[in-house]
């Protein structure tokens, strides 16, 4: 069991991260920073369930959070694979490929 006044210390908590996260949603500056603010709102919605499951004696809700956090990794992956940009850099590539000759340039 949770002690009294843990339970809205931490709902506080989580709300403050919903918050941030949201704010990185729409502030950005790259989509790579909103997916991660998104990201949060899946692990923010687990926590909230956690804290749901404790405070309110339903061991089945740990279940849910379980899933959802299962689903959340799921989903993060599925957003990079669909993200513009995403598989464009080949890592086998160390170097830049060499520059095209200019027009006056003669060629070795």
Not at 40 to 66: C, N, Q
Not at 84 to 89: I, K, W
């Amino acid at each position: 069991m949770i002690p009294a006044h843990f339970a809205p210390a931490a709902a506080l908590a989580i709300l403050g991260t919903l918050l941030l996260a949201f704010i990185r949603v729409c502030r950005g500056p790259t989509a790579e920073d909103r997916l991660l603010g998104i990201q949060s709102f899946g692990t923010v919605g687990t926590a909230v369930v956690i804290l749901l499951a404790l405070e309110g004696h339903r061991p089945g809700f740990l279940d849910v959070a379980l899933i959802m956090a299962m689903l959340a990794a799921v989903t993060i992956i599925t957003f990079t694979r669909i993200l513009p940009g995403a598989g464009d850099v080949d890592p086998k590539d160390d170097a830049a490929p060499p520059p095209p000759p200019r027009s006056g340039d003669p060629t070795p």
